[in-house]
């Protein structure tokens, strides 16, 4: 246990971009109080494990990482244990890791600050307090953006999937108002952010009275000086009419929609209780193509659910083949404790799970090669994000998230340029410069 006051802080992030937003936002607030980001972060004075519980065993990782932070001369940093598994694991993490001084859940890091000190007067600090969004209002001002941003708008999870942690973790669903947003939107794009990507566990979830993602997008779209606007993580049944449009008219709005399936048979998703059906998702796929016929589809799949069987499996692989994906995570199905499907019978084999997601990894990987070989021979724009490794060459993101690498003199971050994209692999695409376009 530390008793000073550390001068000096690093966060290390697991997990969602959820998780990168709340650690810069941790940062904001440390530095705000004078600390600063430590150059060498093996020798921070504090440290914040921003953590994330949602597959394997996260918390077991937590602690290991714990017991590394110890220096050479057996002291170790102020620690902060933050995130899901703070929130999940509670003052179980400082009995079983005593170097442990602070245990700070999800909603509550807005008071960070005042938890340090409560540590260098030589306390322990747990909070894992749940209410919502009184951090939004203490948090201060954003001052430092990237030309590609993140904007928390929505937190937390009703829906209850049988598997998912994040309901117990991240609590009820709840909306940031709309005026507050709009607000923190111009004051990102007054710093110099050019693409927003609005955040949150349900995106599309987001109301505010009447208003729902849809009409926060089209505000959002007169903000002069913004130029691309994107949103996840969504949930089916919060795909509304009115979003789905926003994609026909916003232009500013950009063809990618990340819509997690999870798994494409009927029974499955029952017992997963995603209260969507394989027939509805794919009836929602067909509205956002009849107005988009280019959108980038991405998702998330879950394999070995417990009792699933070869034949249900196979419509995960099929579902795959109708939705065609531009991208999309797969992970073998992790039992988290707390959860029903976690007591539920027939757990899979794990060699089973390991076999399931070789084939559906395999089957998304020539998907995305074969979307990225189309984009070939195409003129498209390109928001460049940050340096490459090679000399001159800039990285940055097509209008359907894929990473374009260019070799060009005289451009900077935050450019937006039009290019030709010349060749293409399963992760990136090279782009030749055509001109610059109007930022
Ligand atoms: N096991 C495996 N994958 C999970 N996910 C959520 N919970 C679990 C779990 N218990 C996956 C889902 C979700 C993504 C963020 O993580 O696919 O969409
Ligand atoms: Fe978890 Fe389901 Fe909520 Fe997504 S919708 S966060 S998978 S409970």
Not at 40 to 53: F, I, M, Q, R, S
Not at 138 to 145: D, M, S
Not at 423 to 434: H, R, V
Request: charged share 25%.
């Amino acid at each position: 246990m530390s008793s000073e006051s550390p001068k000096t802080f690093t966060i290390k992030n697991y997990g969602c971009q959820m998780n990168v937003y709340d650690g810069d936002r941790m940062a904001e607030l440390l530095s705000a109080q004078g600390m600063s980001a430590a150059a060498d972060k093996a020798n921070a004075d504090l440290v914040v494990l921003n953590t994330c519980h949602i597959r394997e065993k996260a918390a077991e990782k937590v602690y290991s990482e714990i017991g590394r932070l110890r220096r050479r001369d057996g002291s170790s940093p102020m620690i902060a244990v933050a995130g899901c598994v703070a929130q999940a694991e509670g003052s179980e993490i400082s009995r079983r890791a005593r170097e442990v001084d602070i245990v700070v859940g999800p909603q509550a890091y807005h008071k960070l600050p005042e938890m340090v000190a409560s540590v260098a007067r030589g306390e322990n600090v747990v909070d894992l307090d749940l209410p919502g969004l009184d951090k939004f209002d203490v948090l201060p001002k954003r001052r430092k953006t990237g030309a590609a941003t993140f904007l928390t708008v929505q937190e937390g999870c009703d829906k209850f999937c049988t598997y998912c942690v994040v309901p117990y973790t991240r609590g009820a669903e709840i909306s940031r108002g709309f005026a507050e947003l709009i607000d923190e939107a111009k004051a990102l794009v007054d710093e110099g952010a050019k693409e927003i990507t609005l955040l949150g566990q349900n995106v599309n979830a987001w109301r505010d009275g009447e208003q729902d993602l849809g009409t926060l997008i089209r505000a959002l779209d007169q903000i002069d000086g913004l130029a691309r606007i994107r949103y996840m993580t969504s949930h089916p049944n919060d795909m509304t009419d009115g979003l789905i449009a926003a994609h026909a008219e916003v232009e500013k709005l950009m063809p990618y929609l990340h819509l997690p399936v999870q798994a494409g048979n009927d029974r499955i998703l029952k017992a997963m209780n995603r209260s969507h059906s394989r027939d509805s998702y794919l009836r929602i796929l067909d509205k956002v193509r009849a107005v988009r016929p280019d959108i980038a589809l991405s998702g998330d799949f879950i394999v070995g659910f417990p009792g699933e069987t070869d034949a249900e499996f196979e419509d995960t692989l099929s579902i795959v083949r109708e939705a065609r994906y531009a991208h999309a995570f797969s992970f073998k199905y992790s039992p988290r404790p707390g959860t029903p499907a976690a007591t539920m019978d027939e757990q899979v084999a794990p060699e089973v799970a390991d076999e399931r997601l070789q084939r559906l990894q395999a089957l998304i990987n020539e998907q995305q090669t074969a979307f990225n070989r189309d984009t070939v021979g195409k003129r498209t724009s390109v928001l460049l994000e940050k340096p490459g490794k090679l000399d001159g060459q800039l990285i940055g993101r097509s209008p359907w998230l894929q990473s374009v690498h260019i070799l060009a003199q005289g451009l900077s971050i935050g450019d937006i340029v039009e290019v030709d994209i010349v060749d293409a692999g399963p992760l990136s695409l090279k782009g030749e410069i055509t001109m610059r376009a109007a930022a």
